[in-house]
């Protein structure tokens, strides 16, 4: 079974920037789409970014268009999420899913086979 680790979360001020990281070991996340997903205190987890296999496609939330940038990082197997220009309803624990061979990616959630275990993102003054 595929194991994501999500790190690089933590505090920051309004406007400030982090760059989230999704990693796994033993398995070549280039061959999966791989999402991001974010959930507040009281809400539904929401899809916010995604890729697919190789890079094929990446697609955004309305939400962090502009803001939010996915990549791969094939050398060292994780997909980044630098998020930036960063607002209080940012605020969210920041989860990676994958789903194995999907080239145009989704943000639907129950399309995501595995998940790692979040990363919390604060964003206050």
């Known amino acids: 079974q595929l194991q994501l680790v999500e790190s690089g979360g933590g505090l920051v001020q309004p406007g400030g920037s982090l760059r989230l990281s999704c990693a796994a070991s033993g398995f070549t996340l280039d061959d999966y789409a791989i999402g991001w997903f974010r959930q507040a205190p009281g809400k539904e987890r929401e899809g916010i970014s995604c890729?697919?296999?190789?890079?094929?496609?990446?697609t955004y939330a309305d939400s962090v268009e502009g803001r939010f940038t996915i990549s791969r990082d094939n050398a060292k197997n994780t997909v980044d999420l630098q998020v930036s220009s960063l607002k209080p309803e940012d605020t969210a624990v920041y989860y990676c899913a994958a789903v194995y061979n999907i080239r145009l990616c989704a943000l639907r959630k129950h399309e995501y086979a595995d998940w790692g275990q979040g990363t919390q993102v604060t964003v206050s003054s």
């Open positions: 890729i697919g296999r190789s890079s094929a496609t990446t």
